[in-house]
């Protein structure tokens, strides 16, 4: 209709609005809104301009004439007559009582197979009206000065008039629905128990329904006398704070004892109904607001809004998720602290650590080809690789050694600690750089301590058992097919990698979650409490499992759960039909290792240059990858959202330049207090 050059726009709106009018004997028809509404859509594609253009363009026909005036007016106030409110204003936008995944099914249900309408909730209204996801995007460019304006033709900012009366009623009831739920809540043992509340008589949760009793008795009295409700919330407002106090209270136990899903959607559930609360209030009129017009219209917005993104399951997933993040990503940035060597001696620890991981995966490296040679059935093979590298990374964290690409995804974590406390401006971006410049440094050596153990191991190894057996390890076909496999032009060995970085990077995730959970259910307080677990290993043996898991649960489930990842990549990747595999640097280098004597080291350079060459790209990808998810996600969970990157780069090339020993090598003199965001980033995660 709007492309038709003939179109004209003006008289279309005129025939829609000379079809409105008040019917004594029938309901308002909602078919002349959701006319008027696809009128303002069809500019919407063009600019804010173009809206703006047409609701002017719709006051001004009000205006210029009376009586079109009165009959629109009338039909408006019919409608808005007729209309329910309370659930609407009590429900919309905030989580149900219901579990992540019922929550999930019911999204992906509706989405599929849409509720029946009920068009006189004002819920199913806007649902009528606004059909498409972005409406509420050209609602919300309409300026306050415009509906204003609006407002002023249709004498509707009279606060006398008996239709702003019953709606207010109908807040009152929204009202107490949502205090009988913060109430609920609040009590709820989930909450209690992280917040250690004793007695229940006490909690500000309870506390503020009975107040909101008490308002809404007054209201009623001093509506009924058509008397203001001025500062009749205040009170209640000052409760709201000590609810919402006690959430932030909650997510910061939250930090020490963990979280769970069920909690995280409780206490949004808890935010979304205090946040509608004080919005009602500030309509009701009960506590202050500055533009009495601006509320009543962001507060129609964010229900279109939420109307529009009801079945969004990507809103629901960003808003639990950020939630549990923090969580998971506060435990990674722990774990990352001792992946930041200040001294030397710190360096050459670590240097000891990554070498007995690199002996350890040229065997592993080993195992795995020799699993390969058995020919097992795809499944089966499978599982044997997985445990391979399961059962070998959680003996490499038992000894106490360290994979180096494991690192990004817990120093990433650590850095982001550091940006958050600094507030995401980078103010102290000198300090920032230093404790960047300490991974760096702790990222090369492991990597070296990995990489060159890993293919010396092999060598040695190799070389061994075809002088003891008589024959090489790896046949020459497997050798060739090694060596091929880290050719970056001639096999998928980069795409590969980044397969392997996403893993590592879920492997982080699976760490810190499993820590949250250790800590939330309590686990090493339960195993010092298991009798028959006291009995076998004895108080003090249990005592001292209890303390290990307590530090160590998510490592060693994150290293297991990363062994199997990568042990059943390729078994995935046939199933699905796909080139789904993995390549990770320290294996690669042992690979090379048995690949070059399955040749009897007799290559040309150009081929050892190539194979080195893909050792060290694959690497590259590998933290790439895993350092940027992890990264960007601890951003996220801690709301960063403005980071100064161009003004810390600056910082690191010119530290680079000017030091570019440190960021190889640590310092020989290190000071005691040179890093007061880094410690501040440590208080904080701990």
């Known amino acids: 209709m709007a492309t038709n050059p003939n179109y004209n726009i003006r008289g279309a709106l005129l025939t829609i609005l000379n079809g409105m009018g008040p019917d004594t004997e029938h309901e308002a028809d909602i ?15 063009g600019s804010d301009f173009e809206i703006e253009r047409r609701f002017s363009m719709l006051v001004e026909a009000l205006e210029q004439s009376n009586d079109l005036r009165v009959q629109v007016k009338g039909y408006l106030e019919q409608f808005l007559k007729e209309s329910r409110y309370r659930y609407t204003f009590a429900e919309l936008g905030i989580l149900g009582n219901e579990t992540f995944g019922q929550a999930m099914k019911n999204r992906i249900f509706q989405r599929l197979l849409p509720a029946t309408v009920e068009d006189k909730t004002v819920r199913e209204s806007l649902s009528l009206m606004f059909t498409k996801p972005d409406d509420h995007e050209w609602l919300e460019s309409i300026s306050v000065a415009s509906w204003t304006r609006l407002f002023h033709v249709l004498e509707w900012l009279d606060p006398a008039m008996p239709l702003w009366k019953r709606i207010q ?22 909450v209690v128990r992280c917040l250690g509340i004793s007695e229940r008589h006490t909690s500000p949760f309870v506390e503020q329904h009975l107040e909101l009793r008490n308002m809404i008795g007054q209201a009623h009295e001093k509506l009924s006398n058509m008397e203001p409700l001025h500062d009749l919330g205040d ?59 601006g509320t009543c219209v962001q507060f129609f917005c964010t229900l279109t809004k939420e109307e529009n993104r009801k079945h969004s399951i990507t809103d629901l997933w960003r808003g639990l998720t950020d939630k549990l993040a923090l969580r998971i990503t506060e435990h990674a940035s722990q774990s990352g602290e001792k992946y930041a060597t200040e001294t030397r001696s710190e360096y050459w620890k670590m240097a000891r650590a ?27 093979e499978a599982v044997f690789f997985s445990l391979n590298y399961g059962i070998g990374f959680v003996i490499i964290h038992l000894l106490g050694f360290t994979i180096a690409t494991k690192q990004p995804a817990m120093t990433a974590a650590r850095i982001a600690a550091a940006i958050d406390a600094a507030n995401g401006r980078l103010s102290s971006a000198d300090r920032v750089a230093d404790l960047i410049t300490q991974v760096a440094r702790t990222q090369f050596i492991a990597i070296w301590g990995n990489v060159l153990p890993a293919f010396a191991t092999a060598t040695v190894v190799a070389v061994g058992l075809t002088f003891l057996l008589g024959e090489p390890p790896i046949e020459v076909e497997k050798g060739e097919k090694m060596l091929l496999e880290l050719n970056p032009l001639l096999s998928a060995a980069l795409p590969h990698a980044a397969i392997a970085g996403i893993f590592l990077f879920l492997a982080g995730v699976i760490s810190g979650y499993y820590d949250n959970l250790s800590i939330y259910h309590r686990i090493p307080d339960r195993i010092r409490k298991v009798p028959w677990l006291r009995k076998r290993l004895g108080v003090v043996r249990a005592n001292k499992l209890a303390d290990y898991l307590s530090k160590n649960t998510g490592a060693l489930a994150g290293n297991f759960f990363f062994g199997c990842m990568l042990g059943s990549a390729g078994f995935v990747g046939l199933i699905l039909g796909l080139p789904i595999d993995i ?72 530290r680079f330049f000017t030091s570019p020993g440190e960021f190889f090598y640590p310092p020989k003199e290190t000071g005691t207090a040179d890093n007061d965001l880094t410690a501040s980033a440590k208080v904080e995660s701990k």
Request: hydrophobic share 55%.
């Open 169 to 190: 009623h109908e807040m009152l009831e929204a009202m107490e629905m949502l205090a009988v739920r913060i109430a609920a809540l609040g009590i709820d043992s989930e």
């Open 31 to 45: 078919a002349h809104l959701c006319h008027l509404m696809e009128w303002f859509r069809e500019g919407a594609s």
């Open 583 to 654: 390549r990770h640097i320290t294996f690669s280098a042992a690979n090379m290792a048995y690949g070059f004597q399955a040749q009897e080291f007799m290559l040309s350079g150009l081929d050892v240059a190539i194979a080195a060459m893909g050792v060290f790209l694959i690497g590259m990808v590998n933290l790439g990858v895993s350092f940027s998810l992890a990264f960007f996600t601890a951003l996220r969970a801690r709301g960063v959202r403005k980071l100064e990157s161009l003004s810390l780069a600056g910082r690191i090339f010119k």
């Open 354 to 380: 990554a070498m007995g991981a690199g002996v350890i995966i040229a065997l592993l490296s080993l195992f795995k080809a020799g699993i390969s040679s058995w020919h097992l059935p795809p499944f089966w």
């Open 235 to 293: 009170h209640l407002d000052v409760l709201l704070d000590q609810c919402q106090g006690q959430i932030k209270k909650a997510y910061a136990q939250a930090r020490a004892q963990g979280i769970s899903v069920t909690l995280s959607m409780q206490l949004i559930r808890l935010e979304q109904s205090i946040n509608r609360m004080r919005r009602l209030l500030q309509l009701l009129g009960a506590l202050p607001t500055e533009d009495r017009v």
